[in-house]
């Protein structure tokens, strides 16, 4: 099954659950803050609204264009209005497409289905590293120094998730939101649970330990 991440900067009409459609499989993630990107686990496509708060679509789109982990992403400007200098400004700066607002969830669905999904470019690195740990993507399997690491898949995820953002600290809320855990709602404290297994599993691999806590804040992957 082909998966596309679909990153949104606004609410959508229709809701954000995720579609199927045969082999494919879209999930929707609401990007209202700007902050860290969820985890993405295919093809990323992203709807960008011309006005933020705050910020203009077109520097949130060369923040995309800059990251190597959105780089590749599918980038639809969302227009106020139908103006052919804004259609200008949003090409010019990378953006693959535009479409006018308000966006609905068939419109964003339509515009979809109707590209060549075939020659959209995976959005997530197949291979991670840091240091003597390695993270296959596609065999969903972490390795120190060649070992592998024994994981279920919430700990796998939030290991990738760790190592493709080291050095920041996230809190349980963040990391929930991360891994897409908010619908059913997540208990907090589960986080603690996902981190002390991945802890133990690194721990037996002879990895040590790279999760940080932080006192009243969260954790942080301290890269080597």
């Not at 929707?28 to 933020?52: Q, R």
């Not at 708060?53 to 969302?78: F, K, Q």
């Not at 330990?209 to 301290?222: E, I, K, W």
Request: charged share 25%; glycine share 8%.
């Amino acid at each position: 099954m082909q998966r596309i991440d679909v990153l949104l900067t606004s609410e959508l009409d229709g809701g954000f659950a995720p579609f199927r459609h045969d082999d494919l499989y879209l999930v929707l993630h609401h990007w209202a803050d700007l902050a860290e990107i969820p985890l993405i686990e295919g093809s990323l496509w992203a709807f960008i609204d011309w006005v933020l708060p705050g910020i203009s679509g077109l520097e949130v789109c060369r923040r995309l264009r800059c990251d190597p982990l959105t780089a590749n992403a599918h980038v639809t400007m969302v227009l106020e209005d139908d103006d052919q200098e804004d259609r200008k400004r949003a090409m010019r700066t990378g953006a693959d497409d535009y479409m006018l607002g308000p966006l609905t969830r068939t419109a964003l669905l339509d515009r979809i289905l109707s590209a060549n999904l075939r020659t959209q470019q995976i959005g997530a690195a197949s291979r991670l590293s840091q240091g003597e740990l390695t993270i296959d993507v596609a065999a969903f399997q972490a390795r120190w120094k060649g070992k592998p690491v024994p994981l279920m898949p919430n700990e796998f995820r939030l290991l990738r998730y760790f190592v493709e953002h080291p050095g920041r600290v996230f809190t349980r809320a963040q990391l929930i939101q991360a891994l897409g855990k908010q619908e059913p709602a997540v208990d907090e404290r589960t986080v603690d649970v996902w981190v002390g297994r991945l802890r133990r599993a690194l721990k037996s691999a002879g990895a040590g330990n790279p999760l940080r806590t932080v006192r009243s804040l969260g954790y942080v992957f301290d890269a080597n």
